[in-house]
């Protein structure tokens, strides 16, 4: 990216119109979550000095909701039996860390209810199906709140104005804000009622047609109710802001783009692995919530304990968990926000892991400071596929991203909402998994996208379905794909396979000593515009059982498994199959290689960054003020798909290229501190990496 189009990129545009909110400056948060017990049972003393070590610029603290932390004047605002008169734990705590300087949020959880509420305003409660009101799942003491009622848009409100009102704040986040699931009280019968001219369905069986409907009126609720809020705070503190815990990519709740336009900073609330879940997964948050929120900023929580349904909340990760967590999302743009649950400690061993990491972004804030990355590649997602055609479009877009990270190519995410030519102009390519809902305009603009130059690299049903989840007779984008739907999409294929028929096509890079590669799981049938043999055929399904018929009957066929081909002054590379979801569940290289060639065919330029060597790595590439960085983080480990890793095991050195449009003059690797040698060469600059243990940042200075 030239200077000029980096000045005119929508990411330096986002930051420039970025309010006056000071939720924008802190690089790093702390966020210290009350329990009830806490007032007068904490060491505060021991908090702040934390605060400090870890050079926290801005903290979120526990004020209200469900238990209030403050002397709050309002009736059915439940204070902590534990703190007594003349205390004030949340304002005593909030006014050493503004006289620190730093940035304020207040937390709220309006999730769960007093009995005192529950009496007073019955119809503030959520019901189930029957009508009867909701004890809390967890603690039934509590009443479950309805989240789209009275509750949040009459108490909350009050709520929210008051700490406003009291306290010198930046803002009030709220955690679970959103209601739990869906509810059936008279206000959301009649709302949704009015809204959708239908009655709520019984259940809250997603496969269930209503509830989609049931989705787009909870959004609408939802964003209503953003408003209020935010209205409500900055009725008396016109610099602050409502900022709910909320976002995600596809499966995300509301619709992101939507969120980006009005949020101005998102906190993305996935605090650690759990299950088989890749060492990349708070760099995929980070993309995710970027790609909603362009230049501003997005901080990523990291969690002291496990991650788990069955809840350890007191508990402490893996110092090494941690640290990879944190650092994977540190290197996507993440800004790092530790969180604690319970003021007094049961098990310290997270803190000096997180104080070593914290400390070292801080000694380096300036390289952290970035204005555009400069990744030319980006993985669309899409809400309203995942909601009205696949809800499994997760899967399609992990498989899509672990083969880009296996490939080192850096990526961005891109939200489907956002094509128009000013946000895709730094992409050279985007990759399309199985971006089943696309609407006419949408096809329009990554026509214009190819037209212009861009690469295209999509998958199974893309394009296939409307925008409101209408199958089209054709792929929206039939035209670019070069060909048509002509049968059915087969749901299951056994041992299916793919022939070889050009050995020499770019897309077999890396694969020419295969015989054949493995089919994928799913498989649309398609007819080609075009005689021409593609460079992979399809050999459809034989008998798998018994062994003594598991043979080929037929000859290679002309079926095409990838439909190659220049458009405009671009290219596109059309899998009819799921071969980025068969990856995410099979992980078979051939078909991560397939995928990596394919969109570095399409990229149709030297690569930006290659990183050679052993291991698994994820890499970005950023720009910041007056300097380029690359960071690196290791992911090669036994525990690289399940947590937790135990250790960090050193990447070996591996060569690196980066293109530059002139000679740094100075390189520096921030994490083992040292000078980097380096050669450089017209707009090339060469040098080898040290031995990354867990992360490694080459600073190039302009
Ligand atoms: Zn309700």
């Known amino acids: 990216m030239t200077r000029r189009e980096f000045a005119a990129s929508p990411l330096v545009a986002a930051l420039s119109n970025a309010p006056g909110s000071r939720l924008a400056e802190p690089m790093r948060w702390l966020q210290l979550a009350f329990v009830e017990d806490d007032p007068g049972r904490y060491d505060m003393k021991f908090w702040l000095d934390y605060i400090r070590r870890v050079r926290a610029q801005g903290v979120c603290l526990s004020a209200g909701g469900c238990v209030a932390f403050y002397p709050t004047r309002i009736p059915l605002h439940y204070k902590s039996r534990f703190m007594k008169e003349g205390q004030d734990p949340f304002g005593e705590l909030a006014a050493e860390c503004r006289k620190m300087g730093l940035a304020i949020l207040a937390r709220v959880d309006p999730h769960a209810a007093h009995d005192n509420v529950f009496q007073a305003h019955p119809d503030w409660i959520a019901r189930d199906a029957e009508g009867r009101p909701r004890r809390h799942w967890a603690m039934p003491d509590y009443w479950v709140t309805c989240g789209l009622g009275p ?84 009725s008396v503190r016109p610099q602050a802001a409502f900022i709910p815990n909320t976002g995600g990519g596809a499966n995300a709740e509301l619709n992101m783009k939507r969120a980006g336009e009005r949020a101005p900073f998102l906190v993305a609330d996935r605090q ?97 400071r970035n204005e555009a990355n400069l990744a030319r590649a980006a993985i669309v997602y899409s809400q309203q596929t995942a909601l009205r055609v696949a809800a499994d479009a997760d899967d399609f877009i992990r498989g899509a991203f672990h083969a880009l990270i296996e490939a080192r190519i850096p990526f961005e995410m891109a939200h489907d909402g956002m094509l128009d030519a000013e946000h895709v102009r730094g992409y050279r390519a985007l990759i399309l998994p199985n971006i089943a809902v696309l609407s006419e305009a949408q096809c329009a603009q990554l026509r214009a996208f190819v037209e212009g130059g861009g690469g295209l690299v999509a998958t199974h049903e893309t394009s296939l379905y409307e925008e409101g989840g209408r199958r089209r007779p054709d792929f929206g984008l039939a035209e670019l794909f070069g060909c048509s739907r002509a049968g059915r999409t087969i749901q299951r294929q056994q041992n299916a396979y793919i022939d070889i028929r050009d050995r020499e096509h770019p897309l077999l890079e890396g694969l020419r000593g295969a015989g054949r590669f493995i089919h994928g799981v799913r498989r649309v049938e398609i007819e080609p515009h075009s005689r021409e043999l593609p460079p992979l055929t399809t050999m459809p399904s034989y008998p798998d059982l018994p062994m003594e018929e598991v043979y080929v009957r037929q000859p290679p066929t002309n079926i095409p498994a990838v439909v190659c081909r220049a458009y405009g002054k671009g290219r596109v590379v059309y899998f009819p199959w799921d071969i980025d979801r068969t990856f995410w569940e099979v992980m078979c290289p051939d078909h991560g290689r397939l995928l990596a060639n394919a969109v570095r065919w399409a990229l149709n330029e030297e690569p930006v960054l290659t990183v050679e060597g052993p291991g698994l790595v994820d890499a970005a590439i950023w720009r910041q003020a007056s300097s380029v960085t690359v960071h690196l983080v290791n992911l090669t480990n036994p525990y690289a798909m399940k947590g937790q890793i135990r250790e960090h095991i050193p990447l070996p050195p591996q060569r690196l290229r980066l293109r530059v449009a002139r000679r740094p003059r100075r390189a520096r690797w921030l994490w083992t501190d040292r000078e980097a040698a380096f050669q450089y060469r017209d707009g090339w600059l060469e040098t080898q990496t040290p031995a990354i243990a867990l992360y490694e940042v080459l600073a190039l200075d302009d």
Not at 153 to 159: G, Q
Not at 294 to 299: E, I, L
């Open 272 to 368: 650690a692995r759990y299950g088989v879940q890749l060492a990349w997964a708070n760099g995929k948050n980070a993309r995710e919530y970027r790609a909603a929120l362009g230049g501003k900023p997005v901080a990523g929580i990291i969690s002291v304990g496990l991650e788990a349904p069955y809840r350890w909340k007191d508990s402490v990760q893996q110092p090494a968990e941690i640290q990879l967590w944190a650092a994977d999302g540190m290197a996507h743009g993440m800004r790092p926000w530790i969180t604690k649950f319970n003021a007094k400690p049961l098990d310290m061993r997270w803190l000096r892991p997180v104080e070593e990491l914290f400390a070292w972004h801080a000694r380096h804030e300036r390289y952290f």
């Open 151 to 234: 509750y949040n848009f009459e108490f909350m409100r009050e709520v929210v104005r008051e700490i406003a009102e009291r306290y010198d704040i930046d803002g009030i986040f709220a955690n679970r804000w959103s209601g739990s699931g869906m509810c059936w009280c008279d206000h959301c019968r009649r709302n949704f009622r009015a809204f959708a001219g239908r009655d709520l369905p019984r259940t809250g069986d997603r496969s269930d047609p209503a509830w989609t409907a049931w989705r787009e009126f909870s959004n609408q609720r939802l964003f209503e109710l953003w408003d209020a809020l935010d209205a409500a705070v900055r």
